[in-house]
């Protein structure tokens, strides 16, 4: 069975991104093993080592720093859920993301985005990112405004209206869900 992370990329006091990762995480999980990973469980400190992780052979970890390689590295797939700051992605994401190595190369990468304008300058600019540590960058993505943490409960339950018709933000997640899986199984040939 594959196994997907969903990261939550907001670290904030009083966020929203968390409930979306346990809908997201809730729906992932039905086909296949479905983990939330928080970054507030990562505290790293701002990148600057003197190589790129990636042509780093000798790199020597810290152990904050290893902790989150490790966990990031032990995935078939990813689901990245995350606010638009800033017309871009929080810092702390970013910073996380420059922090890895090459154990994520040919791996897939699905995007969940939300802001106070739907988060589409979020998803563009992680998919500027995500190939530069080698993901392959998935075209599902769901958007959604501000207001969606109150459309979910705390169990990660979505209102019933929300999960009607073919283009509610169930369906949508469900089909962001088939795909990040499939692709999960489809890239280990890619790696093995
Ligand atoms: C520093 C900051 C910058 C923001 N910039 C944007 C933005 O450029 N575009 C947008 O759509 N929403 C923006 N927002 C709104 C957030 O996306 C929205 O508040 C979201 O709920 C934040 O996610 P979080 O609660 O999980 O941290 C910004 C919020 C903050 C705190």
Redesign the pocket.
């Known amino acids: 069975m594959a196994k997907i992370a969903v990261i939550i990329?907001?670290v904030?006091q009083?966020?929203?991104?968390?409930k979306l990762a346990k809908w997201v995480n809730q729906e992932v999980a039905k086909t296949a093993e479905s983990e939330i990973v928080d970054l507030r469980d990562y505290p790293l400190p701002f990148f600057d080592e003197t190589i790129p992780p990636r042509y780093n052979p000798e790199r020597k970890l810290t152990p904050d720093v290893q902790k989150w390689v490790s966990k990031m590295g032990q995935f078939d797939g990813y689901v990245f859920v995350t606010?638009?700051?800033?017309?871009?992605i929080?810092g702390v994401l970013k910073n996380a993301i420059d922090s890895l190595d090459n154990g994520l190369v040919d791996k897939p990468a699905a995007i969940v985005a939300?802001?106070?304008?739907?988060?589409a300058?979020?998803v563009a600019s992680l998919r500027i990112t995500l190939p530069g540590i080698g993901l392959v960058s998935l075209p599902n993505a769901l958007f959604f405004s501000?207001g969606v943490?109150d459309a979910i409960d705390e169990e990660g339950v979505i209102k019933a209206e929300f999960q009607e018709g073919p283009y509610s933000p169930q369906s949508q997640l469900e089909g962001l869900a088939t795909a990040i899986v499939k692709y999960a199984e489809a890239l280990k040939s890619v790696r093995a």
């Open positions: 990329g907001s904030r009083g966020r929203v991104t968390d606010p638009e700051y800033n017309r871009s929080p939300h802001g106070s304008t739907g988060g300058q979020a501000d943490g």
